[in-house]
Nanobody, 121 residues
Framework: QVQLVESGGGLVQAGGSLRLSCAAS????????MRWYRQPPGKQRELVAT???????NYADSVKGRFTISRDNAKNTVYLQMNSLKPEDTAKYYC???????????????WGQGTQVTVAS
């Protein structure tokens, strides 16, 4: 059984910073792509940032230059450094990972339970 556990959310003033972490645990052979999504109140879930196994990254236009995604493959952990936070960044943030547990190269999708980020104006 694989679990993704996020941490690091909270309440911050506009302009402040937070660092989210998401650790994967369980019977893991390897982890492919990892992503952060967010779901603002009353809106649909949206993709925030992606990092491949090799470290290539991609960001939503709304967070480019402010957020940085990174990963520590030895710790099976993905991070999201969020700087210059704005009230519109308020959302529940979810991590996502493609994880192989049985056959090399066969990946299944896993989600964390989410962590709340609230940015006060």
């Amino acid at each position: 059984q694989v679990q993704l556990v996020e941490s690091g959310g909270g309440l911050v003033q506009a302009g402040g910073s937070l660092r989210l972490s998401c650790a994967a645990s369980g019977s893991i052979l390897s982890i492919n792509t990892m992503r952060w999504y967010r779901q603002p109140p009353g809106k649909q879930r949206e993709l925030v940032a992606t990092i491949t196994k090799g470290g290539s990254t991609n960001y939503a236009d709304s967070v480019k230059g402010r957020f940085t995604i990174s990963r520590d493959n030895a710790k099976n952990t993905v991070y999201l450094q969020m700087n210059s936070l704005k009230p519109e960044d308020t959302a529940k943030y979810y991590c996502y990972a493609e994880i192989s547990t049985t056959l090399p190269g066969k990946y299944d999708s896993y989600w964390g339970q989410g962590t709340q980020v609230t940015v006060a104006s």
